[in-house]
T-cell receptor, first 115, second 111 residues
Framework: DAGVIQSPRHEVTEMGQEVTLRCKPI?????LFWYRQTMMRGLELLIY????????DSGMPEDRFSAKMPNASFSTLKIQPSEPRDSAVYFC?????????????FGQGTRLTVV | KNQVEQSPQSLIILEGKNCTLQ??????????LRWYKQDTGRGPVSLTI?????NTKSNGRYTATLDADTKQSSLHITASQLSDSASYIC??????????FGAGTRLTVKP
């Protein structure tokens, strides 16, 4: 298995533009997580899906952020409009099981820079 | 206040030396604690998981301990190697599925 696949690896965009990050979880995993990592705040959980259904989106910073999981093999995280403070590395992770303490396998991340 | 505190924030050691990283938490009710290693430019990778009844668990040169009474965990690295240079993140899960992340310890192993 190739593991969790994220695209793009790097994204540079201008403030105000829409940004879409993509994730393909490990086949068979039924939980998917989106995280954001910055030097100041470390790793933060943004949203968590189980069986394609959003279970907890309390970590989503504001309405500019939205996430979807139309099927078991694909998820997107969209920021519209983007702002410089959104610059961070965004990780997608997947796991087998609904308990969050189950081991999550992380993708390589998408480094987003908003200028 | 973060419910998971890690120390030190950063650490530099010479190759071959041992080191210990600390994680104190207030997350309750406790379900499990996991140590992740994150290499620069990559996603975190799980090293070990500790449940309430476990006091110590080893994974090669990595040994994790857990004291559920004092709510402390440590990650001990023996005979460090250059490849151990990474950030080590402590993640504590509660019974209600809530997960709390520590800020991580940045370890640098020098030759």
């Amino acid at each position: 298995d190739a593991g969790v696949i994220q695209s793009p690896r790097h994204e540079v965009t201008e403030m105000g533009q829409e940004v879409t990050l993509r994730c393909k979880p490990i086949s068979g995993h039924n939980s998917l997580f989106w995280y954001r990592q910055t030097m100041m705040r470390g790793l933060e959980l943004l949203i968590y899906f189980n069986n394609n259904v959003p279970i907890d989106d309390s970590g989503m910073p504001e309405d500019r952020f939205s996430a979807k999981m139309p099927n078991a093999s694909f998820s997107t995280l969209k920021i519209q409009p983007s702002e410089p403070r959104d610059s961070a590395v965004y990780f997608c992770a997947s796991s087998l099981g609904s308990v969050r303490g189950t081991e999550a396998f992380f993708g390589q991340g998408t480094r987003l820079t908003v200028v | 206040k973060n419910q998971v505190e890690q120390s030190p924030q950063s650490l530099i050691i010479l190759e071959g030396k041992n080191c210990t990283l600390q994680c104190n938490y207030t997350v309750s009710p406790f379900s499990n604690l996991r140590w992740y290693k994150q290499d620069t430019g990559r996603g975190p990778v799980s090293l070990t998981i500790m449940t309430f009844s476990e006091n110590t668990k080893s994974n090669g040169r990595y040994t994790a301990t857990l004291d559920a009474d004092t709510k402390q965990s440590s990650l001990h690295i023996t005979a460090s190697q250059l490849s151990d240079s990474a950030s080590y993140i402590c993640v504590v899960s509660a019974n209600n599925n809530d997960m709390r992340f520590g800020a991580g310890t940045r370890l640098t192993v020098k030759p």
